[in-house]
C-alpha cells in the first residue's frame, strides 16, 4: 500500500468551456492534515467532489486510498467522510436519527453501539433527540463532523467545515481534527482562514483552477520570496499613498495600526522604502505572512474567467 | 460493486418514514385531499339533478290540466316554486334565473285534449347549462305519453297514447336508478391517487436537491435505483391507505354495492400507484426547485380528470381528446375500477385495460431512471 492516502497527477474539469480545475498534482500522506486554500470559485469544492467520486474527472489519473478515482469510485466512496460546505443532513430528522441512517446506509457492524460512541465523542449526547434544523451553527458542524465519521473512513474530506463557526467551536474543531490525525486518518481541508491554514501540516494554495503553490507553511513563504517592511505610526494613509505604484511596491495593505510593504524584489523595495521612509514612522523589515503572500499569488494569478 | 442492497433500501424508507411523519403539512394533505374530495364529489355533486324550480303558467282549470301539474310534480324532477300570472312574469322569472323551468298550460288545453286535437304544453327550459336541464326534459316527454291513461277511459279510451310500432325495453344496467355517487365514488379513488402520488413523489426528490442533502447522499455508496424505490415505497402504502379510505366509505357511508372482488381491486392498484409515482419521479428529475415540481404535476392532473371519463363521458369527446385520454393511466384505472366494483368484472374482464396502464407504468420509470441516473454523474 502507497505511503500516500491520495496521489493524483494532471486532474482537470471542465464546465463547457471554462476549466475549472487545470491540470493539478496532488499528494496526500497518510496521516496528514492538508490544507487547501484559494479564493471563492479557485475550484476547490469541484476537486474534492471529483476526489470523493461526486464528478468524474475530464483528464488525469491517480489514486485515492489505493483506489483508482476514475473506475472505482463506489470504493472510495465507502472509505471516505466528505462534509460538504452547505450543512447537508436532514434538519427533519433529530441528531440520533441522522447518525443512524448514515450508519444503515454503510451497513456499520453494531449500529447502535456505533451511533453511541459518536455522539458520545463528539458530545452530542444530550442532544441526541434534538432536531439538526433546531441546531446553531457549530452543534451542526459537529453533527456533520460525526455523521462523516460513523463508518470509520480513511480519508476526511472537509470543505470549508469552520464557515461562519464561532472562535471556541473552531478551536474545538480543530483539537478534534489533530486528534483524528494522530489516530492515523488522513484530512483534506479548505478554508479561507489563515490561522487555520497554519495549523495544517502542509498546504496547497489553488486559484483560477491552477495550483500556484504547495508545502509546508514555512515553504510557500519561502518560495514566494516575498520580503514585506512594517510601518507603524500615525497617518498611514499618506504613507500608503505615497508607496503605491512606486518600482517594486506590489501590496500595500493596512493592517489595524500597521502598514504592511510587500514585493518579491528586495533591492527595488528597499529603494522603495528608502525614498519616502521618514522619522516620524518606524520601519522594520520582517518575515512575510501567509496572508502576504497569498494575497500576493492572488494578484500576480491570470485570472482565466475574467 | 454496485449492487443494489437491501439494508441501503431500508435506511432511505425508514428516513422516508419519519419525514412524512414530521411533516405535518404534507401529511394533512395526504389524508385531507381524499377526506375533502369525497365530501365533494360524494355529497355535493349530482348529475341527475331532481326538484327543479319550476314556474307554472296555468290558464286552464280543468281535470286534466291538474293532473298534468301533479304527474310532472310526481316525477320529481320539477319542483313548483311560482305561478306566472302572464308570459312576461314567466319571461322575467326565467330570464333572472329565479326559475329552471316554465310549463305553460294554455286554457282550452282540456277542451282540446277531449276532441282530440292533441293540445300543445310548452315546457320553456333555461338551457344554458345543458347537463342540468337534460334528464329533466328526457322525463316530461315520456311522461306526456302515459299521463292520462288511468283517467282517460270509456269512450275516452281512444285519446291514449298510442303505442309505438317497435316497443323499446330499457335495462339500465349496473347503476339502474342513476345514482351518481355510485359512478363518481369508486372514480374518485384514481383521482385522489393521481393527485396525491404525483405531487408527493415530485417534491420528494426536488427537495433533496434544493435542501443540499443530495450532495451528502451521493457521496455515500447508496445506488440510484436504492433511493428511487426506497422513496417509493412508503407512499405506495399512503396510497392503499387512501384507497382503502375511500372503499370504506364507498361502502358504509355512500352505500356503492361493491359487487366485485376487492383483492382484485389491490392488486391492479399497485400498478397505477406505481405508474403514478413513476410520473412523479420523472417530474422530480426534470423540475430545478419544488415550485415547478407542483406545477408540472398540475400539468399532468388536469388532463387527468378531465380526459379520462371522470367527469365527463368519455365517449362524448372528439378523437383526438379521446387519444390523449388514452394515454393517460387514469382512464383505464377508471374504466378497471368501475368494472370491478360496479360490474363485478372478474381478471378477464379488465385485461385489456391493464395492458396501456402497464405500459404506461414501464415507460415512465425507464424515463425517469434514465433522467435520474444522468443528473446523479
Known sequence: ?306 | MRRFTLHRLWAIVLKEFIQMRRDRVTFGMMVGIPLMQLMLFGFAINSDPRHLPTALRLVDQGPYARALVAALRQSEYFAITREAASEAEAARLLQRGEVQFVINIPEDFTRRLLRGERPTVLLEADASDPAATGPALAAARTLAGSVFDRDLTGPLARLRGKPGPVDFQVHAHYNPENITQYNVVPGLMGVVLTMTMVVITALAITRERERGTMENLLATPVRPAEVMIGKIIPYIVVGYIQMTLILLAARFLFRVPLEGSLALVYVVSFAFIAANLAVGITFSTLAKNQLQAVQMAFFFFLPSILLSGFMFPFRGMPEWAQGIGSVLPLTHYLRIVRGILLKGSGPADIAPELWPLLAFLVIALLVGVKRYRQTLD
Open chain 1, 1 to 306: 500500500m502507497s505511503d500516500f492516502a491520495i496521489d493524483v497527477a494532471g486532474v482537470t474539469k471542465r464546465f463547457g468551456d471554462k476549466t475549472v480545475v487545470n491540470a493539478i498534482d496532488l499528494q496526500v500522506r497518510r496521516g496528514e492534515i492538508y490544507g487547501f486554500l484559494g479564493p471563492n470559485g479557485s475550484g476547490k469544492t469541484t476537486f474534492i467532489r471529483m476526489l470523493c467520486g461526486l464528478l468524474t474527472p475530464d483528464a488525469g489519473r491517480g489514486t485515492c486510498l489505493g483506489f483508482d478515482v476514475l473506475r472505482q469510485q463506489a470504493e472510495i466512496k465507502r472509505h471516505v467522510g466528505y462534509m460538504t460546505q452547505r450543512f447537508s443532513y436532514y434538519e427533519d430528522l433529530s441528531i440520533r436519527e441522522n447518525l443512524d441512517f448514515i450508519a444503515r446506509i454503510y451497513a456499520v457492524p453494531d449500529r447502535a453501539a456505533a451511533v453511541q460512541r459518536s455522539l458520545e465523542r463528539l458530545r452530542l449526547a444530550n442532544r441526541s433527540h434534538q432536531l439538526a434544523g433546531e441546531l446553531s451553527g457549530g452543534w451542526k458542524q459537529r453533527l456533520a463532523l460525526a455523521a462523516c465519521l460513523i463508518h470509520s473512513p480513511q480519508l476526511l474530506l472537509l470543505d470549508e467545515p469552520t464557515a461562519g463557526v464561532d472562535p471556541k467551536a473552531r478551536r474545538d474543531f480543530w483539537d478534534e481534527i489533530h486528534q483524528l490525525a494522530a489516530d492515523g486518518l488522513t484530512v483534506l481541508i479548505t478554508t479561507h482562514y489563515m490561522d487555520e491554514a497554519e495549523r495544517c501540516h502542509r498546504l496547497a494554495y489553488l486559484a483560477y483552477g491552477q495550483l500556484l503553490a504547495r508545502g509546508t507553511v514555512a515553504d510557500v513563504i519561502a518560495s514566494a520570496k516575498l520580503t514585506t517592511w512594517i510601518v507603524a505610526g500615525p497617518r498611514l494613509r499618506a504613507i500608503a499613498d505615497a508607496l503605491r505604484g512606486r518600482a517594486g511596491v506590489e501590496q500595500v495593505v493596512a493592517f489595524g495600526n500597521t502598514l504592511h510593504v510587500s514585493g518579491r524584489e528586495a533591492a527595488q523595495l528597499d529603494a522603495a522604502i528608502a525614498a519616502v521612509r521618514d522619522a516620524g514612522h518606524t520601519w522594520t523589515r520582517a518575515a512575510a505572512s501567509l496572508e502576504d503572500v497569498f494575497i500576493g499569488l492572488m494578484d500576480t494569478a491570470r485570472d482565466n474567467f475574467a
